[in-house]
T-cell receptor, first 114, second 115 residues
Framework: DAKTTQPTSMDCAEGRAANLPCNHS???????VYWYRQIHSQGPQYIIH???NNETNEMASLIITEDRKSSTLILPHATLRDTAVYYC???????????????FGTGTLLAVQP | DTGVSQDPRHKITKRGQNVTFRCDPI?????LYWYRQTLGQGPEFLTY????????KSRLLSDRFSAERPKGSFSTLEIQRTEQGDSAMYLC?????????????FGNGTRLTVT
């Protein structure tokens, strides 16, 4: 699986948009970009994923550059409850018996400030 | 709540004892994964099942660790002769199918402390 690079930590003011960057310069054409977050003492929570196109759901938006070498997760109106570690992961879109496991890095600690 | 359920949430045991954790995946999910997470690190893959078949095991899964999913529904993870280095959060996840398009959904884990 391709390796991702994320900043160790970021701050964001409550009510503002949080933009979390991720570099995945060695991503392959059949690899998805996934985002998870983990709030203290809980399991990772799925946020969003995409292959080529930008994606939006009720939690966030995912912007993938045209060359697919980087992406940005956008939380449009951050709240204190969005304080968490955010993981950017690339995952092969295999089928059949392939593991397709997620390989986590150390993520970005987002601190939303009041 | 129909999410992934893990039991117990916390387990404290003495070194050398055996422990067993249980995971109940989302009901229609045929894939089940176990991960381990230590403080300050991201979760590390241990093993996964497709239905009742265990298809991959990480090198992290020593001979003291065994996982089962006998009927393709719930799974158990047993650690024999626990060591202090086994202290960690053990996470279970499930997914519908093996495609990279199918997100893994995680439970809230079992925190193991070995004294």
């Amino acid at each position: 699986d391709a390796k991702t690079t994320q900043p160790t930590s970021m701050d964001c003011a409550e009510g503002r948009a949080a933009n979390l960057p991720c570099n995945h310069s060695t991503i392959s054409g059949n690899e998805y970009v996934y985002w998870y977050r983990q709030i203290h003492s809980q399991g990772p929570q799925y946020i969003i994923h995409g292959l080529k196109n930008n994606e939006t759901n009720e939690m966030a938006s995912l912007i993938i550059t045209e060359d697919r070498k980087s992406s940005t997760l956008i939380l449009p109106h951050a709240t204190l409850r969005d304080t968490a570690v955010y993981y950017c992961i690339v995952r092969v879109a295999g089928y059949g018996g392939a593991t397709n496991k997620l390989i986590f890095g150390t993520g970005t600690l987002l601190a939303v400030q009041p | 709540d129909t999410g992934v359920s893990q039991d117990p949430r916390h387990k404290i045991t003495k070194r050398g004892q055996n422990v067993t954790f249980r995971c109940d995946p989302i009901s229609e999910h045929n894939r089940l994964y176990w991960y381990r997470q230590t403080l300050g690190q991201g979760p590390e893959f241990l093993t996964y099942f497709q239905n009742e078949a265990q298809l991959e095991k990480s090198r992290l899964l020593s001979d003291r660790f065994s996982a089962e999913r006998p009927k393709g529904s719930f799974s158990t993870l047993e650690i024999q002769r626990t060591e202090q280095g086994d202290s960690a959060m053990y996470l279970c996840a499930s997914s519908l199918g093996g495609s990279g398009r199918s997100p893994l959904h995680f439970g809230n884990g079992t925190r193991l402390t070995v004294t």
